[in-house]
């Protein structure tokens, strides 16, 4: 035998020896097909272990665990561990053909899922194709053991996933789209824990119920899931008070509503009152809909609930009689902001800020040594030979809708992925060109921009990052095609949300607004239409990272770049080795 086979099989033997001896700390993911039915009809979807939303990781600030995703399934899939930093280790963070390729129908992938700082709510789901629309669930991470909440403990914790759900196979909808060039079918519904609620057809018996009791707090552990729209969240004739976002602790925060982009999750506490607070009714709608302020970009326009239901102690009535008793639950009329409302929605996103404090300390950038300023838009690319066959140019003006930073269209590579040509130094995959500064410059943010600024370039282009930069990255909204806001995602690391504007950025200006006392740790950012936001980081974390916008169609159409961070000095500063099984291309 080999000296490196000999090496791969001992890396193996021990990588199984770790899962074996910390049982407490593994996973069994097993994908496969399940038939669910929604909105009067039945399909099959993919789930983890046959679960919609799929089983919920616990864990303690710090952990490590194991997960083992066995692909029974009939298409490939990746997993990706949604802000989970994996310090050093990029070989188990999931974006298809980004860190690892797909792990293929009947095959397995070990991965090893490493916590640092995070604390409060993150989620896991799918990274490749659109299967994240049914193959997702909750990261519950609890304060290291000896320790507890920055706040009161909750009687309860509840996670609140919210999805979308279409009557057609996801798979379908995606091919329909990448074909004709156009918007994607928008979805049939949205859901609260995979049920779309009181409002829509055949659904009424599975709308989610959270019972609660009187005078008793309750943790939500909110999640977007949603594939393509940001949304606003209510309860109705209930405050919530956030006091966490993105696995990172908050100053609380009590509104009556939130707003949660694709991607983000958001910790609020849930004071239930003393008695009902309408003598007359023990039920309130818990609601969710879309914020969606893109000129004649198609939304999903409808509403999804839950029921949060009181149950009164002593009360010998039982829910179901009680449910049919007080009628119709109450719903947030006054609460839940209208669609386009964006005052509501930035003010929200605006009022966030860190915890601060002596036990959750805050770490800003202050000297920075990496400016990177992108430009994120909406494109066009011209009809393939001048005409549009077989109706697959159905964007603006006989067009293909694209996306693009800096002016880029993101290609995926799909015979080996980033991580594994920047590791063995394979050339021609990628460029490290990524621009730091836009390549055209103009009014962004102007209302009547000239079409040939509309057509971007294609290309694998990355930033390589030196190991220690302290980076300050402003992501500018444009006006191209469709001004609209988009949640920026940044895997690998959190990072410090220190401004957040409307209209073209002015560093003279701007940067002295920037909030660098207590902004929010976020992994994901809402960038308001046509307005901009900044973020800073310290790029400690050596590897291959995927940055890219949340909503999933601009995904698709090239929305993304990849930030390759070197190695440091020291051993743990440099990035592990691959494990023994990952899965081939």
């Given at each position: 035998m080999m000296f490196g086979q000999r090496l791969t099989c001992l890396f193996f033997l021990m990588f199984m020896f770790m899962n074996c001896t910390q049982a407490s700390t593994h996973y069994n993911f097993v994908v496969k097909e399940a038939p669910y039915t929604r909105l009067c009809s039945t399909k099959n979807i993919l789930t983890i272990n046959g679960k919609f939303p799929g089983p919920t990781i616990r864990?303690?600030?710090?952990?490590?665990?194991?997960?083992?995703?066995?692909?029974?399934?009939?298409?490939?899939?990746?997993?990706?561990?949604?802000?989970?930093?994996?310090?050093?280790?990029?070989?188990?963070?999931?974006?298809?053909?980004?860190?690892?390729?797909?792990?293929?129908p009947g095959e397995t992938f070990n991965q090893k899922i490493i916590f640092s700082n995070e604390e409060g709510t993150l989620w896991w789901h799918a990274h490749s194709d659109w299967l994240r629309a049914t193959v997702?669930?909750?990261?519950?991470?609890?304060?290291?053991?000896?320790?507890?909440?920055?706040?009161?403990?909750?009687?309860?914790?509840?996670?609140?996933?919210?999805?979308?759900?279409?009557?057609?196979?996801?798979?379908?909808?995606?091919?329909?789209?990448?074909?004709?060039?156009?918007?994607?079918?928008?979805?049939?519904?949205?859901?609260?824990?995979?049920?779309?609620?009181?409002?829509?057809?055949?659904?009424?018996?599975?709308?989610?119920?959270?019972?609660?009791?009187?005078?008793?707090?309750?943790?939500?552990?909110?999640?977007?899931?949603?594939m393509n729209e940001i949304l606003f969240f209510s309860i109705a004739q209930h405050n919530l008070t956030v006091v966490g976002i993105d696995g990172s602790y908050t100053k609380p925060l009590t509104t009556n509503f939130i707003t949660i982009s694709p991607g983000q999750t958001i910790d609020a506490l849930l004071q239930t009152a003393m008695s009902p607070p309408n003598r007359n009714n023990r039920q309130?709608?818990?609601?969710?809909?879309?914020?969606?302020?893109?000129?004649?970009?198609?939304?999903?326009?409808?509403?999804?609930?839950?029921?949060?239901?009181?149950?009164?102690?002593?009360?010998?009535?039982?829910?179901?009689?009680?449910?049919?008793?007080?009628?119709?639950?109450?719903?947030?009329?006054?609460?839940?902001?209208?669609y386009n409302d964006t005052n509501s929605a930035l003010n929200f996103v605006t009022s966030l800020r860190s915890l601060a404090n002596q036990d959750h300390p805050i770490n800003v950038p202050i000297k920075i040594n990496k400016h990177i300023f992108s430009t994120i838009s909406i494109n066009t690319f011209p009809c393939p030979n001048g005409y549009n066959v077989n109706d697959t140019c159905q964007g603006p003006n006989g067009t293909r809708l694209a996306a693009s930073m800096n002016n880029i269209s993101f290609v995926f590579p799909n015979k080996i992925d980033v991580l594994e040509a920047y590791y063995f130094h394979i050339n021609g995959i990628v460029r490290a060109n990524f621009p730091i500064f836009p390549p055209l410059l103009f009014n962004f943010t102007g209302d009547f921009l000239p079409l040939a600024l509309q057509t971007p370039m294609n290309g694998t282009r990355v930033r390589v990052l030196e190991y220690g930069s302290n980076v300050e990255l402003v992501f500018q909204g444009t006006n191209l095609v469709a001004g609209i806001d988009h949640p920026m995602h940044l895997h690998g690391f959190s990072f410090y949300v220190v401004g957040y504007g409307l209209g073209n950025f002015d560093p003279k200006r701007d940067e002295l607004g920037y909030n660098l006392v207590d902004p929010p740790l976020q992994n994901t950012v809402m960038v308001p239409k046509n307005g901009w936001a900044t973020i800073r980081f310290a790029a400690t974390n050596p590897g291959v990272w995927f940055m890219h916008c949340h909503l999933e169609r601009h995904l698709t159409w090239g929305m993304d770049t990849v930030f390759i961070v070197k190695n440091g000095k020291y051993k743990q500063a440099q990035l592990l080795p691959p494990p023994p099984d990952m899965p081939p291309c």
């Open positions: 864990v303690h600030k710090g952990d490590t665990i194991y997960v083992r995703v066995h692909n029974k399934g009939n298409h490939n899939i990746t997993i990706h561990w949604h802000g989970v930093k994996q310090p050093r280790n990029p070989w188990s963070d999931g974006p298809e053909y980004i860190t690892q390729c797909p792990i293929q997702h669930g909750a990261i519950e991470i609890f304060p290291k053991k000896g320790t507890t909440f920055p706040f009161p403990k909750p009687h309860k914790q509840i996670p609140i996933i919210l999805g979308e759900w279409w009557k057609k196979d996801i798979l379908e909808v995606l091919e329909e789209f990448v074909v004709s060039g156009g918007q994607p079918n928008v979805s049939d519904a949205f859901t609260i824990n995979g049920q779309p609620g009181d409002f829509y057809n055949c659904s009424k018996p599975g709308t989610f119920k959270l019972v609660v009791e009187q005078n008793k707090r309750y943790l939500l552990r909110i999640i977007n899931a949603a309130y709608y818990m609601a969710a809909r879309a914020y969606s302020t893109g000129v004649n970009v198609t939304f999903d326009n409808t509403t999804t609930t839950a029921i949060l239901q009181y149950k009164i102690l002593n009360d010998t009535v039982n829910d179901d009689v009680a449910c049919r008793l007080t009628g119709q639950p109450l719903f947030p009329y006054y609460d839940l902001p209208y």
